[in-house]
């Protein structure tokens, strides 16, 4: 099965940046895509981005042009580059995996607070 793992939530100030990261361990999966989903109170989880093993990329119209998704398949880690942070990016960020039968899972996610 796989085990996910965030890092990298905190306080940040309006126009800030936070690296996220998520290391992943598997012992008899093999993952198709990662991707990193944000959910604040009260409201529906959604994708953020996502990135698949060939290192095809999709991104929320939201985040577009600030945050960006990468992978080190070495480290069998994917990360979340988050740039010019706004109040609305405030919410618990998820990460999420997919093997090759389509099996989900996530992690427990990390608490990302943009305020002045």
């Known amino acids: 099965q796989v085990q996910l793992v965030e890092s990298g939530g905190g306080l940040v100030q309006p126009g800030g940046s936070l690296s996220l990261a998520c290391a992943a361990s598997?012992?008899?999966?093999?993952?198709?895509?990662m991707g990193w989903y944000q959910q604040a109170p009260g409201k529906q989880r959604d994708m953020v981005a996502s990135?698949?093993?060939?290192?095809?990329?999709n991104y929320a119209d939201s985040v577009k042009g600030r945050f960006t998704i990468s992978r080190d398949n070495a480290k069998n880690t994917v990360y979340l580059q988050m740039n010019s942070l706004k109040p609305e990016d405030t919410a618990v960020y998820y990460c999420?995996?997919?093997?090759?039968?389509?099996?989900?899972?996530w992690g427990k996610g990390t608490l990302v607070t943009v305020s002045s």
């Open positions: 990135i698949t093993s060939d290192g095809i990329t």
């Open positions: 598997t012992s008899a999966r093999i993952i198709y895509a």
């Open positions: 999420q995996s997919i093997d090759l039968n389509g099996i989900q899972y």
